[in-house]
T-cell receptor, first 117, second 110 residues
């Protein structure tokens, strides 16, 4: 158990809908990362937050957004869902990114499997 | 550019050693990581190595780093059926994101 929790574990929805995925980082970790794992794209970085502020953006679609709250949990919002959004969405957390030290190490949650029908 | 490459599949017999190889492109990565993903599960951090090290050993796992060739390997000694999984190599970019390889599926035959 990494200490990172994600809910829900599974989500099945229809095209055009909107969903929210939730992540709670490990105790003491200030940074949260979201990744998408799909068969065709592999593991892709989406977005990173540090202490409530957006730190870095990756291959995140405009239909997707995220935020990190004062209690450091994070939510990933996916809207106008398409069949191709079906994937496993992982959240990871680290103590403090970009220090060039082992505190950059990211620990992953169990993931949310999203199926869009 | 940022790119991490791994072979896709490795099959070994139980009790043998497994060696999973990885090449990366970003020479400024401070740390390199190995994660394990079992079927239907999340990513479990196995080990990591600091970029100024050549080798790191952790029980049955040995990580070798050749910084000149940007080559990383993970050796699993006495491979067990429970080691069957997908193994991902990852480098960390200067923005803090992880860049993953495609994953190597390790099949352990009894």
């Amino acid at each position: 158990d990494s200490g990172v929790t994600q809910t829900p574990k599974h989500l099945i929805t229809a095209t055009g809908q909107r969903v929210t995925l939730r992540c709670s980082p490990r105790s003491g970790d200030l940074s949260v990362y979201w990744y998408q794992q799909s068969l065709d794209q592999g593991l892709q970085f989406l977005i990173q937050y540090y202490n409530g502020e957006e730190r870095a953006k990756g291959n995140i679609l405009e239909r997707f957004s995220a935020q990190q709250f004062p209690d450091l949990h994070s939510e990933l919002n996916l809207s106008s869902l398409e069949l191709g959004d079906s994937a496993l969405y992982f959240c990871a957390s680290s103590v403090d990114p970009q220090t060039g030290s082992s505190t950059d190490t990211q620990y992953f949650g169990p993931g949310t499997r999203l199926t869009v029908l | 550019g940022e790119d991490v490459e791994q072979s896709l599949f490795l099959s070994v017999r139980e009790g043998d050693s497994s060696v999973i190889n990885c090449t990366y492109t970003d020479s400024s990565s401070t740390y390199l990581y190995w994660y394990k993903q079992e079927p239907g599960a999340g990513l479990q951090l196995l080990t990591y190595i600091f970029s100024n090290m050549d080798m790191k050993q952790d029980q049955r796992l040995t990580v070798l780093l050749n910084k000149k060739d940007k080559h990383l390997s993970l050796r699993i000694a006495d491979t067990q059926t429970g080691d069957s999984a997908i193994y991902f190599c990852a480098e960390i970019s200067n923005t803090g994101k992880l860049i993953f390889g495609q994953g190597t599926t390790l099949q352990v035959k009894p």
